[in-house]
């Protein structure tokens, strides 16, 4: 994708103004449902429902526009959008798996899924083996007669394993083995995994696309066979189309998605580097560091490394850590990323005090994002807070 692709993409694609008054800013369709004046044409409707618009929780003409933006974003034939980024995994997987069936995924991949993996699929009859992605000879050695689904994360949102996607895409093909990739991380303007073999790439718009924190979606983009199968299956029966208005937002975040993605690349940098050379800090852990193990791999298949990154503080306490979190006077604490607002998120926030194991170097991780502010501002604030650290 050129940047004019892009620029065409963004402010041109799917977008019909003639229809609409010539707006510059498409209308929030909000409806939920569609008149006809023959029956023939309804009936059409019934027998293809992905072919117009029949009913809301279907096709949408807002919603529309935004899918068209997000495929070609994805350099994908189509894709679906959801109401938030775990149901556009939860139908990718579901559609794909049956009864006996044997999944390889990513170990601990984001929250939802390993909760799917773990308590959902195992009911009916599906099971996961979880690998350490980062080796694809991994891959082969989890795959049995009966694997049919491969799911990636690259970047892991918290340690930012990576997966070799093309080799990874490759060896499924040979299996005829279904490829599902979460390219939250990175979103599609700094890593293009359709392009490099994969069948279905996911991306939760609550992040980058929505941009501002006041909305979610999740997008799957994959072959038009592939998005009509769950489309007329899992996305019309579990009714997990984002709503009109919301896709409105997203299309409004998109406009400005390739302003705040450089900026964020920008200032993360910066920040990085801050947090690195100080004394309190023991390890970062960041794609684009020169220090992190995949930095070969991530320059190779990543064209940016965006907000997020971890670090870990010089300290095995407990206290220290929550110390510093709640001295950040600007910086906040949430989770979520992707916003205009940098975040911070413990990973002991997710710990029960009586299990936190300071030899467990994951208990410690401190999760940062970078978001729009200055980034003077931010190391400003981090310094402060780290320095209230006893
Ligand atoms: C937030 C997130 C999701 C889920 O997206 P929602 O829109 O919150 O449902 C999936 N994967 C990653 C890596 C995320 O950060």
Redesign the pocket.
């Given at each position: 994708m050129t940047d004019m692709d892009f620029s065409y993409i963004i402010n041109e694609l799917a977008e019909e103004r003639e229809n609409y008054f010539n707006a510059v800013s498409p209308p929030i369709m909000q409806t939920s449902n569609f008149v006809f004046k023959k029956v023939d044409d309804l009936r059409k409707a019934f027998d293809n429902e992905m072919g117009g618009y029949l009913y809301s929780r279907g096709l949408n003409p807002t919603v529309d526009i935004l899918r068209k933006k997000l495929a070609a974003l994805d350099g994908a034939e189509d894709c679906l959008v959801f109401n938030?980024?775990?149901?556009a995994?939860f139908a990718g997987i579901f559609a794909n798996v049956k009864a006996g069936d044997h999944i390889v995924s990513v170990k601990a991949p984001?929250t939802?899924?390993q909760r799917m993996f773990d308590v959902i699929l195992p009911r009916f009859g599906v099971s996961t083996t979880y690998i350490d992605g980062t080796s694809t000879g991994n891959w082969e050695q989890a795959t049995r007669n009966n694997t049919t689904f491969y799911y990636l994360?690259s970047p892991n949102?918290w340690d930012f394993a990576l997966q070799d996607i093309k080799a990874v895409a490759a060896f499924a093909k040979t299996k005829k083995i279904v490829t599902l990739i979460?390219n939250?991380?990175c979103s599609p303007l700094h890593q293009r995994p359709i392009e490099m073999g994969i069948d279905m790439a996911m991306q939760?718009?609550?992040?980058y696309i929505g941009g501002h924190s006041d909305t979610?979606?999740?997008v799957l983009s994959g072959t038009h066979e592939m998005m009509k199968k769950i489309f007329n299956s899992e996305y019309l029966n579990i009714g997990s189309g984002i709503q009109p208005f919301n896709a409105w937002l997203l299309i409004r975040g998109l406009r400005t998605l390739s302003a705040r993605i450089d900026r964020i690349t920008k200032s993360t940098v910066q920040v990085v580097q801050f947090i690195k050379q100080h004394p309190k800090v023991e390890s970062v852990i960041f794609p684009f560091d020169e220090s992190f193990p995949q930095y070969q791999l991530a320059k190779q298949q990543m064209t940016g490394a965006c907000g997020l990154f971890t670090f870990v503080l010089r300290t095995t306490k407990m206290d220290s850590i929550v110390a510093f979190c709640e001295s950040l006077q600007h910086i906040m604490m949430a989770v979520?990323?992707g916003g205009h607002e940098s975040l911070v998120i413990p990973k002991c926030a997710g710990i029960p005090p009586k299990d936190f194991d300071p030899a467990n170097r994951e208990h410690r991780y401190i999760r940062m994002y970078v978001g729009l502010e200055d980034p003077g501002y931010l190391i400003a604030d981090l310094e402060q807070a780290l320095s209230k650290i006893i």
């Open positions: 938030n980024g775990a149901a995994i984001y939802w899924v994360e949102s979460d939250s991380y939760t718009a609550t992040k979610l979606g999740g979520s990323w």
